[in-house]
């Protein structure tokens, strides 16, 4: 052995100050020293005066981050019997049961040991500093099942506490249908010497199932068998294979025809049918996999739409086509065929899924049942159906000579006016005498259809020059000139028209069918009865908030505004203490509306003031009804704005419609929010004080959410504040505390505090228990309609 080569495993330990306490043969051997003449004596006994003065700045760093108990390293120079040897001392921190500081494990490592080279010092690392940065779970168990060793993931799976863990055998810990498949691992492992990997549904403490991959394997530590063991969430990867399932059964359920087929250059060779696809095609799966589509075509016939599938596919785009093919007993069938390509993560195109449908009954209809599926009743013109048809083709032809299609959207001018005026059959008769007139204008390649209500829509294809586009549409104006004649009387007709144009305005139908309406809208915000041509500029913000105001304004004339009722609930009762009234907009085509969606363009246009009338109108004759019922002691409240509360006129509208509904003042409840009445503090308090001698209440809604003068709160005498969203949903975010308070000042000003937007248990049973008077949210009730209102209060607060 020479000078610098001694046995592994140079190991002593000192205590706190660093006094040698062990010595073992390979220190003797390292140092020329015996246990008798070391113990006792400082760890700086070792050290050459060089390495006394590196040990001085390792250790004064040590004791500075003692309470860290994490494992160092100190570099220093050894003194080896007279000779100075390099070296790296490993110093680990020992720990009594309740984590203090009992001393330190000094393993050394000499630079011309082979032990001390990189990767014996890295398989030197403790196992306890290393195993809280493994991903998943990591245990050492004994034979007896006890765990030994641990890391701070198993003890977030568990739910358990080291101490519970200390004591607690891995059996305790299963379901009893698992400790079977546990005591068989045991045995694998510490009997025949082998591993073990199963997957198990683990059930924390709290009844939390995480499904993890275990595995193990034995390992031996100083003469003691344990078993080592991982445990990997597998979670995402159970969702993922559950969601392929529910794919795989998707696909086999299915009753349309679908098959998969992969690419493999011209080839398109198939790898998947479903059985809707078997039953329609007559061929089974095994007859199909690995071939060609082609192969149930029908030769001879569908040739364009062949040409235009094959396109698709070279091309790697999306494919729809209505064509023949033949079933496997050679009968002829028409099939509605969708292909979409699928890309790889490379954005490669490695598969087609094509979608069939057995369409033939449908093609086998009469003429007649076609003219009326594709045609408007009442003036015999293209519906909407084929207008998408027509134009599609017509993209489509335009697109291969290279020229332009028009498309042209024409909305007549009062309508409603018309129908009010002179009745509905007056109106169709308009509709009817406008259709004959717009189809003499064009030529017979071009469409004229009836898209909705008093809405036509021109395809004028292959269309030359823009020039000859002008003439069209100059001609298709003055149609518009001599009045329609109905029981003696003439009827003026206008119209607003948008004109989009191929390829300038949109590439797709849909496109230019979208530019040519925001070039009509543009029309109509302008001065009704002209032509407008789509250009860029009219998509800005300022001309969608004049198609949104124009949209607003005909909401209110016909009607699309509604109310829902949102009811309050009384913490000490469990009773309806009230009902918030929320404004919707059933939107003629998109459907219901959320006031976030419009409110704002309503402010800037003036059209919450109308809106606001029509809200109060429906709100009062909603709480007349409550009345009716026997339930005149449930207010109803209403969100009024400052635009519509500053307007002259208003605190005398309010009076008049109590008087005209014969409503008892405190039926209604007036929201005022705090921070448009801090816009005007002096306004705000002469309309809480008329309100007050009106007998209405005032309610002030976003208490929290903002700066608040509560001296100014104090001074409307409001009989009720609204906690903010914002505060009831930041319960669980550490905003406890800011509800309790903001509760606390609601009542130390003699108001009652109602909690908005209260959505589940803990945030309502909070609420309860810190004194909050009334709370309102989806976790009570969701908005009702009305008649599920007064429902609600017949079942559950008899009169």
């Known amino acids: 052995m020479s000078e610098t080569e001694h046995p592994a495993r140079v190991v002593f330990m000192t205590d706190e100050a660093g006094n040698i306490l062990t010595w073992n043969a390979a220190c003797a051997a390292l140092f020329g020293l015996d246990a008798t003449r070391i113990l006792g004596r400082t760890v700086t006994t070792l050290f050459s005066p060089a390495g006394r003065d590196a040990w001085s700045v390792g250790w004064a760093a040590l004791m500075r981050n003692r309470d860290a108990h994490r494992d160092a390293e100190v570099r220093v120079d050894l003194d080896c019997a007279g000779r100075a040897v390099a070296a790296v001392l490993v110093l680990a921190p020992q720990l009594d049961r309740d984590g203090s500081l009992l001393g330190w494990a000094v393993a050394v490592?000499?630079?011309?040991?082979?032990?001390?080279?990189?990767?014996?010092?890295?398989a030197r690392t403790p196992l306890s500093s290393i195993v809280h940065m493994f991903p998943g779970t990591f245990y050492v168990v004994d034979r007896e099942g006890r765990l030994v060793l641990w890391n701070r993931n198993f003890e977030r799976v568990t739910e358990l506490t080291p101490d519970e863990l200390a004591v607690t055998r891995v059996p305790q810990m299963l379901e009893l249908p698992q400790r079977p498949t546990w005591a068989d691992a045991m045995r694998r492992v510490f009997e025949d010497g082998g591993e073990f990997s199963f997957e198990l549904d683990?059930?924390?403490r709290s009844g939390r199932t995480t499904a993890l991959l275990l595995s193990g394997a034995r390992v031996d530590v100083d003469g003691n068998d344990y078993l080592f063991g991982m445990g990997?969430?597998?979670?995402?990867?159970?969702?993922?294979?559950?969601?392929?399932?529910?794919?795989?059964?998707?696909?086999?359920?299915?009753?349309?025809?679908?098959?998969?087929?992969?690419?493999?250059?011209?080839?398109?060779?198939?790898?998947?049918?479903?059985?809707?696809?078997?039953?329609i095609t007559g061929y089974a799966a095994g007859d199909v996999l690995g071939r060609d589509p082609r192969l149930m075509g029908a030769p001879g016939m569908d040739a364009a739409e062949r040409g235009a599938l094959r396109e698709a596919i070279v091309a790697h785009h999306s494919a729809h086509v209505v064509m023949r093919n033949l079933r496997k007993n050679g009968e002829l069938y028409w099939t509605d065929l969708s292909i979409t390509p699928v890309h790889d993560e490379h954005g490669v195109v490695t598969h087609y899924i094509g979608v069939l449908l057995d369409v033939t009954a449908t093609k086998l209809r009469t003429a007649h049942l076609e003219h009326e599926v594709n045609h408007d009743p009442l003036t015999g013109l293209a519906n909407r159906n084929l207008l998408w048809d027509r134009l599609e083709q017509a993209l489509h032809l335009a697109q291969r000579q290279n020229a332009l299609v028009a498309t042209v959207l024409i909305d007549l001018d009062k309508f409603k006016l018309i129908n009010d005026t002179y009745g509905h059959e007056a109106g169709d008769v308009v509709l009817k005498v406008v259709a004959r007139r717009l189809q003499a204008s064009v030529r017979d390649s071009d469409t004229v259809a009836r898209m909705s209500g008093d809405e036509f829509v021109l395809i004028l294809a292959n269309q030359p020059s823009l020039r000859f586009t002008l003439r069209m549409v100059e001609r298709l104006r003055q149609s518009f000139v001599i009045p329609v004649s109905f029981n003696g009387r003439e009827i003026p007709v206008g119209a607003s028209v948008g004109v989009a144009l191929y390829p300038h305005d949109g590439a797709t139908a849909a496109e230019l069918v979208r530019s040519a309406d925001l070039a009509m809208y543009h029309g109509k915000a302008n001065g009704r009865n002209d032509v407008h041509f789509f250009s860029s500029d009219m998509k800005s913000s300022n001309e969608a908030k004049q198609r949104i105001e124009v949209a607003l304004r005909e909401a209110l004339d016909n009607d699309e505004m509604f109310l829902l009722y949102q009811p309050r609930m009384a913490v000490a009762t469990g009773k309806v203490s009230g009902f918030e009234a929320l404004l919707r907009w059933r939107h003629p085509?998109?459907?219901?509306?959320?006031?976030?969606?419009?409110?704002?363009?309503?402010?800037?246009?003036?059209?919450?003031?109308?809106?606001?009338?029509?809200?109060?109108?429906?709100?009062?004759?909603?709480?007349?009804?409550?009345?009716?019922?026997?339930?005149?002691?449930?207010?109803?409240?209403?969100?009024?704005?400052?635009?519509?509360?500053?307007?002259?006129?208003?605190?005398?509208?309010?009076?008049?419609?109590l008087a005209r509904w014969q409503l008892a003042p405190h039926s209604l409840q007036l929201d005022l929010r705090i921070d448009e009445l801090i816009r005007n503090p002096a306004l705000g308090r002469e309309l809480a004080e008329q309100?007050?001698?009106?007998?209405?209440?005032v309610s002030v809604d976003?208490?929290?959410?903002?700066?608040?003068?509560?001296?100014?709160?104090?001074?409307?005498?409001?009989?009720?504040?609204?906690?903010?969203?914002?505060?009831?949903?930041?319960?669980?975010?550490?905003?406890?505390?800011v509800a309790k308070s903001l509760i606390d000042i609601g009542h130390n000003l003699d108001m009652e505090v109602v909690g908005e937007a209260v959505e589940t248990e803990p945030q309502a049973a909070f609420l309860k228990s810190h004194g909050c008077d009334q709370v309102q949210g989806t976790w009570f009730s969701q908005p009702l309609e009305e008649e599920e209102a007064r429902k609600l209060l017949r079942e559950h607060q008899p009169a």
Request: with cysteine; net charge negative.
């Open 109 to 122: 490592a000499t630079d011309g040991d082979r032990d001390a080279s990189e990767i014996t010092r890295v």
């Open 202 to 204: 683990y059930v924390s």
């Open 232 to 279: 990997i969430n597998i979670d995402v990867r159970r969702a993922r294979e559950q969601q392929l399932r529910l794919r795989e059964r998707a696909l086999h359920a299915a009753s349309n025809g679908i098959l998969i087929t992969r690419c493999e250059g011209r080839r398109n060779l198939i790898e998947y049918v479903n059985p809707a696809f078997e039953r």
């Open 589 to 657: 085509e998109q459907g219901v509306l959320a006031p976030a969606r419009f409110l704002s363009e309503a402010e800037e246009s003036g059209t919450i003031v109308q809106i606001g009338q029509q809200v109060l109108d429906h709100a009062c004759a909603f709480a007349a009804s409550l009345r009716d019922q026997g339930h005149g002691d449930v207010p109803v409240t209403v969100n009024v704005s400052y635009r519509e509360y500053t307007q002259p006129g208003f605190l005398d509208g309010l009076a008049e419609r």
């Open 691 to 697: 309100l007050r001698g009106l007998g209405v209440d």
């Open 702 to 737: 976003g208490f929290g959410a903002g700066l608040c003068d509560l001296g100014y709160l104090q001074q409307l005498s409001a009989s009720q504040v609204k906690l903010a969203h914002g505060t009831v949903h930041a319960l669980a975010d550490g905003g406890a505390a």
